[in-house]
């Protein structure tokens, strides 16, 4: 018999101390939940965040109570070390997440020491670069082509408002909630009775338009301050508006106990993981 005949077939079955290795030790499993926390960070804060409709400006296309996963990364500019991502740049019709461009004293928040916290809004995009476009009876006229109303809320002789749907025909020096630095230069970009958007620069209104403060108050938004776009609502719960905006810590609490009291029957079923359009 040769000698390979002796050779007994080697056991797939692991020992009892090669079991024993394989466990982890505490320090490889702090490592592997470190791994996913800085995995998850990068996701949250680099190519996805959350975001939750605080009020109605965009009713009835997103609702109070709306919680959104925003694509961070698409909309960005272009970068060398991934490129592999399809970047674009904003269109009309997109919903947006952006930095309100201005803040009004006495109307947006400011810390302690009299510093502007700015606000984050998501908001229709309207106009890009170089469009020409002006409102009539609520339709948006844009560079001659009047454009369809779709999820906006319509103009009716109930609603009717001489601002907000024949813009910019009343200046908004005569409307109160206007910043102070639009009214005095919105006239520098009137043509022929259109608003001309600048280079850089896009027109942002909410579908709610009879109640949203937007572009027509507070003037354009800079490209550098577009976050991302919603993609879609991955829980929506019942809140009246501006209920969510409450800062104070009692306020907080007394909000997450209502949640869990109410969590079954003030969830919107029918909006969970919804396309945001």
Same mark, same amino acid.
């Given at each position: 018999m040769s000698p390979a005949a002796n050779i007994s077939p080697v056991s797939t079955k692991p020992s009892a101390s090669a079991r024993i290795n394989q466990n982890e030790t505490p320090f490889e499993a702090i490592a592997s939940i470190c791994s996913v926390l800085? /995995? &998850? *960070?990068?996701? $949250?804060?680099?190519? #996805?965040?959350?975001? %939750?409709?605080?009020? +109605?400006?965009?009713?009835?296309?997103?609702? /109070? +109570?709306? !919680? =959104?996963? %925003? @694509?961070?990364?698409? *909309? %960005?500019?272009? #970068?060398?070390? $991934?490129? =592999?991502i399809r970047y674009r740049e904003p269109g009309r019709g997109d919903i947006l997440v952006f930095l309100k461009p201005v803040n009004q004293p006495g109307i947006d928040v400011t810390d302690a020491d009299g510093i502007p916290q700015y606000t984050t809004l998501v908001k229709r995009l309207i106009g890009v670069p170089g469009d020409h476009f002006h409102l009539r009876n609520g339709i948006v006229i844009m560079n001659g082509i009047a454009q369809p109303v779709g999820l906006a809320q319509p103009t009716t002789p109930g609603n009717f408002n001489g601002f907000l749907d024949n813009f910019p025909a009343v200046p908004p020096a005569e409307v109160s909630g206007s910043t102070e630095s639009w009214a005095v230069n919105y006239s520098?970009?009137?043509?022929? &009775? @259109? *608003? /001309? /958007?600048?280079? &850089? $620069?896009?027109?942002? $209104? &909410? @579908?709610?338009? !009879?109640?949203? *403060?937007?572009?027509?108050?507070?003037?354009? %938004?800079?490209? #550098?301050?577009?976050? +991302?776009?919603?993609?879609?609502?991955?829980w929506s719960f019942e809140a009246a508006d501006g209920q969510l905006e409450q800062t104070g810590f009692g306020q907080k609490l007394a909000w997450v106990g209502h949640v869990l009291m109410r969590f079954l029957p003030d969830t919107r079923w029918r909006r969970t993981f919804h396309v945001v359009r």
């Open positions: 800085v /995995v &998850g *960070l990068f996701i $949250m804060t680099f190519l #996805a965040q959350n975001y %939750v409709i605080p009020s +109605g400006s965009m009713k009835n296309t997103l609702l /109070v +109570g709306d !919680h =959104l996963l %925003v @694509d961070r990364i698409t *909309l %960005v500019p272009p #970068a060398s070390w $991934m490129p =592999l520098s970009y009137i043509q022929n &009775g @259109d *608003l /001309v /958007v600048p280079p &850089g $620069m896009y027109f942002m $209104m &909410g @579908d709610n338009r !009879h109640n949203s *403060l937007d572009s027509r108050y507070w003037g354009f %938004v800079p490209r #550098a301050n577009i976050l +991302g776009r919603p993609l879609f609502n991955y």
